[in-house]
């Protein structure tokens, strides 16, 4: 199983971006996505995080600003982030609970992360 996000960049104070993360190979499900970011010299944390079924969870710091979405058709994760601080420049990874085939389990996998850079 494959996770490739893109769409990370260099934006100013108050831009936008939208990520996205595609999950490939030997795929049965998919249960859980969501996007984690580290900064430099911190752990990494949770920013976003959305179930099958559309449920999402945010950290405190993004609410009102990021939404997480997803295609379940192409097993794809989006996370749009407006009104951006330098506070939110990261690396930013998405995650994925997959089930590669029938009566398995559901495992966690990690794209490889896209750099998030908000400054003037």
């Known amino acids: 199983v494959q996770l490739q996000a893109y769409g990370g960049g260099l934006v100013q104070p108050g831009g936008s971006l939208r990520l996205s993360c595609a999950a490939s190979?030997?795929?049965?499900?998919?249960?859980?996505m969501g996007w984690y970011r580290q900064a430099p010299g911190k752990q990494r944390e949770l920013v976003a995080s959305?179930?099958?079924?559309?449920?999402?969870n945010y950290a405190d710091s993004v609410k009102g600003r990021f939404t997480i979405s997803r295609d379940n058709a192409k097993n794809t994760v989006y996370l749009q982030m407006n009104s951006l601080k330098p506070e939110d420049t990261a690396v930013y990874y998405c995650?994925?609970?997959?089930?590669?085939?029938?009566?398995?389990?559901?495992?966690?996998?990690w794209g490889q992360g896209t750099l998030v850079t908000v400054s003037s």
């Open positions: 995650n994925a609970e997959v089930k590669r085939y029938s009566g398995g389990y559901y495992y966690p996998y």
């Open positions: 190979g030997g795929i049965f499900s998919i249960n859980a």
């Open positions: 959305i179930t099958r079924v559309t449920s999402t």
